[in-house]
């Protein structure tokens, strides 16, 4: 079986863990390399090594994450890899450098930083690069069955581009009686002995459950011997949130919503989640208050001196209770002189200048901080967004009114994973990335969060 193939997903999450641990090892090489291994050279020349080395480890997986280096569905070739680890170590010796100026006792010594960069960041390298090669050779992809050709099944057939189902390989589908064939007939499989003989012998790791009839077709005893067998059993709903990300709306049943895992809050969790957001929103504000105060200058030298510098905007937030978010203005004054509510279109002719710079960079969402701070909005969490659309959208999706069980964010995993939204189809396509965070929201996620919107920033992606 492949093996690479059937752990890949889980080698990605804890891609950050081991290599963070690696960088701790790298620190501690790195000290040996150039003083010895003596423990009184070491403590006379650097003292303790271990609170350096967290430092170090933490900023530069900070450094790879800004790079999207973590990032799971990562389009790159090994040129654009190549490019990252670059950027990437270009950023961690910026921090690094600012960090130690401002901190000089935690400075192991140009030498010994000099080679846990080299040794990190060649060792990331490495990495990626046999990653990158080995997801992409079909002999070691997780091979998966789908059973079902009709319009259920037909969502995974849409799925074309290769970091969609990546490190896996669909083998084929199963056409069962009253399945409307929406899968190309090619990719057909005609079982010519029993299921769970036919999936040993080619080999299949996991068989997807996606008949358009589920209760005629299924055979239990044959799927409880693939299950015995080894094979992995999953539902279609199931299947597609692993693989994507997202929850689909096409193929999703009331059902699965009331018996699948997670849509789940305690005392304990909310608590934890408080405690990240002042936290992160704090510091945040400390930081970028300098970048505050510039973007707040440029709009009034933009404006002559005449206009708000900030606008109030109502938004709905959790439980549906409305509340008033703050920005940066980025559009004119008269925006929508008209009275009516409009999202913001790519090329939007009333986005002022300096407006354009704010939204590429997201520095006019920096005001929300204080949503945050009053405890209106989460740091991350769905996007508010304004009563005039939600009453609509409301009306389109049946399930929209589920994302607003959690507060509003000032990022949030559907904003990471799918463009800006300016059209009732991108509601859809967002609201999909939105149920998959209110159903598996954690703190571990939002920080997985935090950290891959420093890529999103960075790239500019998404912002209109």
Known sequence: MAVLGRYYGRLLNWLPALEGAYFLGVTHAAVAIRLGTNPGTIEHSVGAVW???????????????????????????????????????????????????????????????????????????????????????????????????????????????????????????????????????????????PLSEWVGTHGIDELVVAPDERRQNLDMHELLLCRGRGQLISDLPTFYERETGRVSLDVLLPSWLAFSGGFQSTYVGERLKRLFDVVVSGSLMILASPTMLAAALAIWLEAGGRGPILYRQVRVGANEREFSVYKFRSMRTDAEKDGRARWASENDPRITRVGAILRRFRIDELPQIFNVLRGEMSFVGP??????????????????????????????????????????????????????????????????????????????????
Request: hydrophobic share 45%; aromatic share 10%.
């Open 383 to 464: 996007r508010p967004e304004r009563p005039e659309f939600v009453h609509r959208l409301e009306q389109s999706f049946p399930r929209y009114a589920d994302r607003h069980r959690v507060k509003p964010g000032l990022t949030g995993w559907a904003q990471i994973s799918y463009p800006y939204g300016a059209s009732e189809r991108d509601a859809f396509e967002k609201l999909q990335y939105d149920l998959y965070y209110v159903k598996n929201h954690s703190v571990y996620l939002d920080l997985t969060i935090l950290l891959q919107t420093a890529e999103v920033v960075l790239w500019g992606k998404g912002a209109r």
């Open 51 to 193: 609170p350096d080395a967290i430092v170090f480890a933490g900023v530069v997986l900070l450094a790879l994450t800004a790079a999207g280096l973590y990032n799971p569905r990562l389009r790159d070739g090994p040129e654009g890899i190549a490019v990252r680890v670059v950027l990437a170590g270009a950023i961690a010796t910026a921090l690094l450098s600012a960090l130690y100026y401002a901190a000089p006792h935690l400075y192991l010594g140009r030498g010994i930083l000099l080679l846990a960069l080299l040794l990190s960041f060649g060792g990331v390298g490495a990495v990626r690069w046999g990653l990158h090669r080995l997801s992409r050779e079909e002999h070691r992809k997780r091979r998966v069955l789908v059973l079902g050709a009709g319009k259920r099944a037909g969502i995974l057939a849409r799925l074309r581009r290769r970091t969609d189902l990546i490190g896996l390989r669909l083998v084929g589908y199963v056409r069962y009686p009253g399945d409307a064939l929406s899968v190309p007939e090619a990719q057909l499989v005609e079982l010519d002995q």
